[in-house]
């Protein structure tokens, strides 16, 4: 079992930045992909951004040029730095690993998802 937290989100002002954490921990063999996706209220889960195990990365078009993920595969996290933060970013932050877990029939890759973290930013 995978367990994924998230820290550092918050509210802040249009304009602001923040910083999302998101550690993995528990029972795994390796994690591949890792990223951050986000849900406003009222709409569907999106994707913000992703980083592949040798640092490839992808954003969304609304968040290219402002946000920028990293990870410590050390530590087996992954951040969001998030500037020049709009209202409409604002969100539960979602993270997601694809992790290699052990299995009734052997080890096997499955998307993980942690709790969420709420961005808010005022205008």
């Known amino acids: 079992q995978v367990q994924l937290v998230e820290s550092g989100g918050g509210l802040v002002q249009a304009g602001g930045s923040l910083r999302l954490s998101c550690a993995a921990s528990g029972t795994f063999f390796a994690i591949n992909g890792m990223g951050w996706y986000r849900q406003a209220l009222g709409k569907q889960r999106e994707l913000v951004a992703t980083?592949?195990?040798?640092?490839?990365?992808k954003y969304a078009g609304s968040v290219k040029g402002r946000f920028t993920i990293s990870r410590d595969n050390a530590k087996n996290t992954v951040y969001l730095q998030m500037n020049s933060l709009k209202p409409e970013d604002t969100a539960v932050y979602y993270c997601?690993?694809?992790?290699?877990?052990?299995?009734?029939?052997?080890?096997?890759?499955?998307?993980?998802w942690g709790q969420g973290t709420q961005v808010t930013v005022s205008s």
């Open positions: 997601n690993a694809h992790a290699m877990s052990p299995s009734a029939g052997g080890p096997s890759w499955n998307d993980c």
């Open positions: 980083i592949t195990g040798d640092g490839s990365t």
